[in-house]
């Protein structure tokens, strides 16, 4: 009998037990939240949420959550929905919540990433703070924040970074008070015209100011190059404020096309500068080397046949261009002398590149011999004279004039000597001696016959 006792009541008991724990899910599923035994807790409505953080306050079950799935539909986070989850490392905003309330994770020491949704207008006082191993927060693109509340990141040791949406008008002060490892804060040039920053927002941040960002249009870089092409700048212009932000390029430079006597050379210019983790560079090919010129070498002359004119023709010794030029001919004579030759120097000058260059030639003119002659006219001889008068009678006595010209002495017709005689005269003279000779014999002749 007692033993039926005893099973009656366990059975009893068991199905209390049962009762009572149905009706104990029913209550929960009913108030709009759920806490499996794996530590994932679901909040289907805005309901759900309230009468979850009045169970939280009063059950303690705060650290039994690891994850938290907050449905859609849900419009808010309420203040102190998550605070002092310790235990909770993964959470789920969906986008239809607009708001964060004060100390919703506060506490939360091993949440390490957060994504905050585009529709979240606001993030309430303390919201975060003490989340000593936050390292990420994530806005929603096209974020509509607007306001960061008062301590809402204090002591968030370990985020490094965060970027304030382009929405935001309000960082409350102290708001990112203690963060040690927050070394970049960034604002946008649009956001930055209109926010406002509370006091000591970032004090004990391992930075006190804001990183000003912009939206440079990288399809239009300005390149700037010194006179030289040693040096080059690239500039990018912001889209939103105009502002122009320059990075220094490197430059390279090699020979494409050499020089020649007569075609400049190329030279190509290549810079290359980094910006925003993209690789710009800008390529200039520049006509800058001097032609080489030619190489002249000394000139050949060429003469006249009469040495009256002359060029000079210079050659390339790199390419055999030829260049002629007309000399300036001048000249001086040294006369002949009957023993000496004289000559006749013709001097050819041209100036060329800015050097002159000269040339003689030297005609040699033939000693002149000796051109003196006997200018003494010769005296005529009596019997030449006397051929001019009349025969004398036979029986006349011969005149004094016959007589003296019968004895007088032949007239001297030998040419005169000396170092200028002419061989021709000499001969001519001989023969006119000889013919006087004759004719003075002959009128003798005759004059022995008419005695």
């Known amino acids: 009998m007692k033993q039926r006792k005893i099973i009656t009541w366990i059975l009893v008991l068991t199905v209390c037990l049962a009762l009572f724990s149905a009706a104990a899910f029913a209550d929960e599923t009913e108030t709009g939240w759920s806490l499996d035994e794996n530590g994932v807790l679901t909040i289907s409505s805005d309901d759900g949420m309230s009468n979850w953080v009045n169970v939280r306050l009063q059950d303690s079950k705060a650290s039994q959550v690891t994850s938290v799935v907050i449905e859609s539909g849900v419009t808010a986070i309420a203040a102190y929905a998550f605070d002092s989850c310790i235990n909770l490392t993964e959470i789920t905003i969906p986008d239809s919540v607009t708001s964060i309330g004060d100390y919703a994770f506060c506490w939360c020491s091993s949440l390490t990433a957060i994504t905050i949704p585009a529709s979240v207008t606001s993030i309430g006082a303390n919201a975060f703070a003490q989340c000593a191993a936050l390292t990420t927060v994530t806005f929603g693109d096209n974020s509509k924040l607007e306001t960061i509340g008062e301590k809402a990141f204090d002591a968030c040791t370990s985020l490094t970074t965060i970027a304030i949406p382009d929405s935001v008008t309000t960082i409350g002060d102290y708001a990112f008070l203690g963060c040690t490892s927050l070394s970049t804060v960034e604002v946008s040039c649009v956001a930055y015209k209109t926010i406002q920053i509370g006091s000591n927002a970032f004090e004990d941040a391992a930075t006190s100011t804001v990183t000003i960002t912009h939206t440079y249009d990288a399809d239009h870089p300005l390149w700037s190059w010194s006179e030289d092409y040693s040096s080059a700048t690239v500039s990018f212009t912001c889209a939103d404020c105009g502002d122009v932000h320059t990075e220094n390029a490197t430059v390279t430079s090699e020979v494409s096309t050499a020089a020649t006597e007569t075609e400049a050379g190329v030279t190509v210019y290549t810079a290359v500068a980094k910006f925003n983790g993209l690789v710009y560079a800008d390529i200039r090919a520049v006509t800058n080397i001097p032609a080489t010129g ?77 051109t003196s002659t006997d200018t ?59 013919a006087g000779l004759g004719v003075a014999t002959t009128l003798s002749r005759k004059g022995r016959k008419s005695r």
């Not at 003494?376 to 008068?389: F, L, M, R, Y």
Request: charged letters at 15%.
């Open 376 to 434: 003494t006219t010769p005296t005529p001889s009596p019997t030449a004279a006397a051929t001019d008068t009349p025969e004398p009678t036979a029986s006349a006595e011969p005149t004094a004039t016959a007589a003296a010209a019968a004895t007088a002495s032949p007239v001297n017709t030998s040419p005169s000597t000396g170092d200028e005689a002419n061989p021709l005269l000499w001969a001519l003279l001989a023969i006119v001696c000889a």
């Open 294 to 370: 030619h190489s002249y070498g000394d000139p050949v002359f060429t003469w006249a046949e009469d040495y009256g004119s002359a060029t000079a023709s210079f050659t390339c010794a790199n390419c055999d261009d030829t260049v002629t030029e007309t000399c300036e001919v001048t000249s001086e004579t040294t006369a002949a002398t009957c023993t000496t030759t004289g000559e006749t120097v013709y001097t050819a000058s041209v100036t060329f590149e800015s050097v002159t260059y000269t040339e003689e030639q030297t005609v040699v003119i033939p000693a002149t011999g000796d």
